[in-house]
């Protein structure tokens, strides 16, 4: 169950609930745009299986990783999370240089978290920082492909 105390920022930030539970992908897929798999450089998924991972990025809990991963999706290094009209942003937050989480930009300018096995939130990028998720430390972005809804 989603606990907000585990996350410093939010009372003060406030989040909205945008969807229920599910164990069926977690925040790297969620900020892939991808609900049907678990993604992970190492160990397995949600049901024990191996974790998907793109082919093309090394299988390590590494920032280069990650970028990686989002790289073969289109996306590219950026300077931060700002809003930027025709781009689809996604933001890795790391503690000490380790991947602990990823997020997408909405259209309106606010992130979507998917929060572990829990529920899916619109939240700003700071909300979710310290606590369990670190900060926010690469961005990366690329040409909107699809509208995306501000949800």
């Given at each position: 169950m989603f606990d907000p105390v585990e996350f410093p920022n939010i009372k003060a930030e406030g989040y909205d609930k945008t969807s229920e539970c599910t164990r069926d992908y977690n925040c790297v897929a969620w900020?892939?745009?991808d609900t049907s798999r678990w993604w992970w450089p190492i160990g397995p998924n949600h049901s024990g299986q191996e974790a998907y991972w793109p082919r093309k990025a090394p299988r390590q809990n590494t920032l280069k990783a990650f970028a990686l991963a989002f790289k073969t999706l289109g996306y590219e290094k950026c300077k931060d999370g700002s809003l930027e009209e025709g781009f689809e942003?996604?933001?890795?937050?790391?503690?000490?240089?380790?991947?602990?989480?990823?997020a997408r930009q909405l259209t309106n300018g606010r992130w979507t978290h998917k929060i572990g096995r829990n529920i899916d939130i619109s939240a700003t990028l700071t909300a979710v920082e310290a606590g369990l998720y670190g900060k926010?430390?690469?961005f990366m972005k690329r040409k909107q492909k699809t509208p995306r809804t501000g949800c």
């Open positions: 900020a892939a745009n942003k996604v933001a890795i937050y790391a503690i000490n240089n380790k991947p602990t989480h990823a926010a430390v690469r």
